[in-house]
């Protein structure tokens, strides 16, 4: 192994106490690296970076992030076991293959060291100096900036869910973020007065002080509501307090307009505060990378590509605690209105309410979908409450979205090694309500289990055009061909178990329009229907698309 370069003069000397696992991963980010293993947890320190040349034998120091240079795949397992002989930190590799991090992960979790997977295109030097300038140079100082945009989203979100118009304060009572109001007739003097000046105004402020609101929204994480007062210019509005534990961040206020606020409007208050306090804790770039971070763990684990203990160490969860996870995905978008931007918008409207339903709720968008991880769930709670939450958020963005969204409730599984499990069903039931034939919004295996098995037997059937019948193939494309609608009326003659009447109905013809069709199709294909498999197999392949089923 080389020794540590020497710094350049007038460079920072490297820490000495070392910097946390945690942290580096915070700073260099996904673009760079991957956390695949951490068996000793995010906060092992890490004091320095050396670089394993392959010439090298394999050694390493205390507190190393060693760059495995040249070793890919599994020829960096000797640099695993080295490393974790010397209590180096952290190790990090290329990987050619993605079937190759399943051993570098079980041999680092046997030498107790991270393990690290560097992006095929990132150059080692780059990786290098960036490491070095992490543990090396110091930190920020603390600036109370906040995180503007999040916060002007989270206010828009809330508006929408409460009917109401927000600001979110900090506990100065200077305006952080709000939402829009397109009409101003609505806006009560206090909310104007305060966006205005960025500050709520003393005369009002004596006032809510004098009432106690301000008293119990330091104290309490309960929704407070502030009566009317039109001699005062107030209209009526809820508030909650924003608070980390007994510290109080800030506050969220929601003001009445011309219409009630929304029946659940103290929940979404609920959910917009712990929301809201994830966002105040830290200064911009901390958060920033810790969102990053906790995202990417969770996704690793959602995927199966981590394992779960480097996400229960980050965030505190027990391994062992019952877990589920949901699925959501969205229809096409109202008018005038992208599906990104909607995504975003539903995206927004999924993490208030999971947020006020389950504290230790993670959320995840992965493609074209929201996923939800449940960790922590009391033993033994009902498939009835985790439903009746789903149901509550597609209603909510049914309503105030104008976005259909639909989505699929994962086993409970016994801890969070088996989430991949829990995703994986959720895929499930998500692709056979996307392929038609469940008319349900949210559904859960056992309410969709014959939907689901037929879906995947026809993703099957779709996929491998050697397991189809040639001779059904071959009547779909004499009905594209001659613009006939044999197959269609087979299909319904099977549905409807052979009887003619109800299965003419069905397709609006005559009953001898029909029996004449299904003996065509009979006399061009040569299939018999009174064979049960010959029956079974055209029901499953005849629902194929038609340019599947004809090729």
């Avoid at 600001?167 to 305060?194: F, K």
């Avoid at 409730?409 to 998500?430: F, Y």
């Amino acid at each position: 192994m080389s020794t540590p370069q020497t710094p350049s003069p007038g460079s920072p000397p490297a820490a000495v106490s070392g910097l946390p696992l945690r942290q580096l991963l915070m700073s260099l980010g996904e673009p760079l690296v991957e956390l695949q293993a951490a068996p000793a947890g995010l906060d092992v320190p890490v004091r320095d970076v050396a670089i394993l040349d392959p010439e090298d034998p394999a050694t390493a120091a205390p507190g190393e992030l060693v760059l495995a240079i040249g070793a890919r795949g599994r020829a960096a397992l000797p640099a695993l076991r080295a490393a974790g002989r010397a209590r180096a930190a952290a190790v990090a590799v290329k990987l050619d293959a993605p079937g190759q991090a399943d051993a570098l992960r079980e041999a680092a979790t046997d030498a107790g060291v991270a393990l690290l997977s560097v992006r095929r295109e990132t150059r080692w030097e780059h990786l290098d100096s960036l490491a070095r300038a992490v543990i090396a140079g110091p930190d920020a100082p603390e600036t109370p900036e906040h995180n503007a945009g999040d916060l002007f989203s989270l206010a828009q979100t809330v508006s929408v869910l409460t009917g109401g118009i927000v600001s979110i304060e900090d506990t100065s009572s200077r305006v952080l973020a709000y939402s829009r109001s397109s009409d101003t007739d609505e806006v009560d003097d206090l909310r104007r007065l305060s966006i205005l000046g960025w500050q709520g105004p003393e005369p009002y402020l004596s006032k809510l002080r004098e009432w106690g609101i301000f008293q119990h929204l330091r104290s309490s994480d309960s929704v407070i509501a502030v009566e009317p007062h039109p001699e005062l210019g107030l209209r009526r509005r809820l508030a909650i307090g924003i608070r980390a534990g007994a510290q109080p961040l800030g506050t969220i206020w929601v003001q009445e307009g011309a219409r009630p606020l929304a029946p659940l409007a103290e929940q979404a208050l609920v959910g917009a505060a712990r929301v809201a306090a994830a966002q105040l804790v830290r200064r911009r770039r901390e958060l920033s990378a810790d969102v990053r971070l906790t995202r990417t763990l969770l996704t690793g684990l959602l995927e199966g590509s981590t394992g779960p203990q480097s996400l229960a160490t980050h965030l505190g969860l027990e391994l062992r605690r019952p877990a589920t996870v949901l699925a959501y995905a969205a229809g096409s978008p109202g008018e005038g209105r992208s599906l990104e931007l909607a995504m975003g918008e539903v995206t927004g409207l999924i993490s208030v309410h999971t947020a006020a339903r389950h504290r230790s709720a993670l959320l995840a968008p992965i493609e074209s979908r929201v996923y939800v991880l449940l960790p922590e769930l009391p033993a033994g709670l009902p498939m009835t409450t985790v439903r009746s939450w789903a149901q509550e958020v597609v209603a909510a963005a049914g309503e105030h979205l104008g976005v259909r969204l639909r989505a699929a409730i994962g086993s409970t599984v016994d801890g969070l090694a088996a989430v991949p499990e829990s995703r994986a069903q959720a895929d499930r039931i998500l692709d056979a309500m996307r392929r038609g034939g469940v008319d349900l919004d949210v559904a859960a295996l056992i309410d969709v289990q014959a939907e689901v098995l037929v879906s995947e037997v026809l993703a099957l059937l779709q996929d491998r055009q050697g397991l189809r019948d040639p001779r059904l193939s071959a009547l779909t494309a004499y009905d594209r061909r001659h613009g006939t609608r044999l197959a269609e009326s087979v299909l319904a003659w099977l549905d409807a178990l052979g009887e003619v009447r109800v299965a003419a109905d069905s397709l609006h013809i005559h009953p001898n329009t029909l029996r004449y069709r299904v003996r065509r199709a009979e006399q061009l294909t040569g299939i018999d229907l009174a064979q049960p498999q010959q029956r079974l197999l055209a029901m499953l392949q005849l629902r194929l698309p038609a340019e599947e089923s004809g090729h």
